[in-house]
Every structure is written in C-alpha cells, then in structure tokens.
C-alpha cells in the first residue's frame, strides 16, 4: 500500500527512489559529501552500510557513525532516551550540518571571488 504512493508504475525492488542502492553509478558520481548517522536498531542500516560502501568506492567523501542501542528515527524521538543516548548522536548530527554548511558557504566565496576577478579583467 505504501508504496504506491512513491511508486505508480514499474518495478518497486529496483526503483532508486524507493533504495538508493538502486542509483547507477554515473549518478552517484555527482553526490555531493555524505554523512550517515546511522541507528543500529534500524531495519535500514545495512542498506545504508552497502549505499556508503557504493559511495566510497566512487572516491566519494563519506562519513558514518552508528549508535548501536538506538532506534530508527531516533533524532525525532526527544525525550524518549536518557541524556547520554541522546545528545552524542544529536552533537555529531549538528558538527557534520555545520561542516558541510561551512564548506558549502567557502565554495561560494571562492566562486564569488572568481566572478568578481573576472568582472574585472573584462
């Protein structure tokens, strides 16, 4: 039933919106970083071990860290944990959104910068 709703028509099991261990290569090749946070109770965690091994096997910069005791979804879960399950994974998620936002921040000065170079050479 629910996957009707993603899927109209075709071939579910090989959908690469329905798993991205379905995506080919040549499209993979344009990901930007990824970083896994990964639960170990989670019915998703070994496709996204074999999807991270596809990506880093691309040369692809990928990051994973697992929490073994924790649940699918476990970041919408607030409250349901003790403070020492929760605020590890929850500190590593804000470092990576911060690292990639900073990175992504310092390409676009770089090409702003460049733009500018040549704005001025013309």
């Excluded at 970083?35 to 040369?59: I, M, Q, T, W």
């Excluded at 804000?94 to 702003?112: G, H, P």
Aim: overall charge positive; charged content about 35%; proline content about 7%.
């Amino acid at each position: 039933i629910c996957l009707k709703s993603y899927v109209k028509d075709g071939d579910a099991k090989n959908d690469p919106y329905i798993s991205p261990c379905k995506i080919l290569d040549e499209d993979l090749e344009l990901f930007p970083p990824v970083r896994f946070l990964l639960a170990g109770r989670c019915p998703l965690r070994d496709e996204s071990y074999k999807f991270a091994l596809r990506l880093k096997k691309l040369e692809k910069d990928v990051k994973i860290m697992e929490y073994r005791p924790l649940p699918h979804a476990f970041l919408n879960l607030d409250g349901a944990f003790t403070p020492k399950d929760y605020k590890k994974p929850t500190k590593q998620a804000q470092e990576w959104i911060t690292e990639m936002a900073d990175k992504a921040f310092q390409e676009e000065l770089n090409l702003l910068r460049i733009k500018r170079i040549y704005a001025d050479i013309q």
